[in-house]
């Protein structure tokens, strides 16, 4: 399974640099050259403008990133279009390896797109009530808030459901981008 780290959870420094490693980053700019990098797109579940979305598509092409993390995308039916669209023109700028991250199951429709999704984001305790309906095999998962004892139990289950991809953190979300200033949230290792 390929690790996945969001913008709020960093590997540590001792991570070993690899191809099965990608980093979602926040803004363009500095990275550690051998990971697969991905360029975080806020799609704000469908509202932002398209122009706004190029606009960030078009700076992260620049930084050199290997592909995008389209992220708080939308999963029902009406946001396809613009999704798909975002899609094609990342694939035109040479942007091919995207991450669609709705956090949860999205419509059938999506699946023609030909890009990998995250069908869960969200806490442990959920993650572990979770029935996994409308995921497929091989999609994302990212569970955060794990208990420390409990990240192996949850990379296991992570494998179980069928993940192809994803993180299993002690780091949260909800934690401002401030509190990493000094180094790094605590991810799976």
């Given at each position: 399974m390929k690790t996945l780290f969001p913008p709020y959870a960093h590997?540590?420094?001792?991570?070993?640099?690899?191809?099965?490693?990608?980093?979602?980053?926040?803004?363009?700019?500095?990275?550690?050259?051998?990971?697969?990098?991905?360029?975080?797109?806020?799609?704000?579940?469908?509202?932002?403008?398209?122009?706004?979305v190029l606009a960030d598509v078009d700076a992260?092409?620049?930084?050199?990133?290997?592909?995008?993390?389209?992220?708080?995308?939308?999963?029902?039916?009406?946001?396809?279009?613009p999704v798909a669209l975002t899609v094609r023109l990342a694939a035109r700028r040479g942007l091919h390896r995207v991450v669609l991250n709705p956090g949860v199951p999205t419509h059938p429709l999506y699946r023609d797109l030909g890009v990998r999704i995250c069908t869960f984001e969200g806490p442990w305790e959920a993650?572990?009530?979770?029935?996994?309906?409308?995921?497929?095999?091989?999609?994302?998962?990212?569970?955060?808030?794990?208990?420390?004892?409990?990240l192996t139990a949850a990379?296991?289950?992570?494998?179980?459901?069928?993940?192809?991809?994803?993180?299993?953190t002690d780091a949260s979300p909800y934690v401002s981008a401030g509190s990493f200033a000094g180094g790094a949230g605590s991810g799976d290792r």
């Open positions: 590997p540590s420094p001792s991570l070993p640099l690899d191809g099965d490693t990608w980093i979602v980053r926040e803004a363009p700019g500095e990275r550690r050259s051998l990971h697969q990098s991905l360029g975080r797109v806020d799609l704000d579940w469908g509202s932002r403008s398209l122009a706004d992260w092409r620049a930084d050199g990133a290997e592909g995008l993390f389209l992220d708080r995308a939308p999963a029902g039916s009406g946001g396809v279009g993650y572990q009530n979770w029935d996994g309906d409308g995921s497929k095999t091989g999609d994302g998962h990212i569970v955060h808030g794990v208990p420390t004892a409990l990379r296991r289950l992570m494998g179980r459901r069928g993940a192809g991809f994803g993180l299993a």
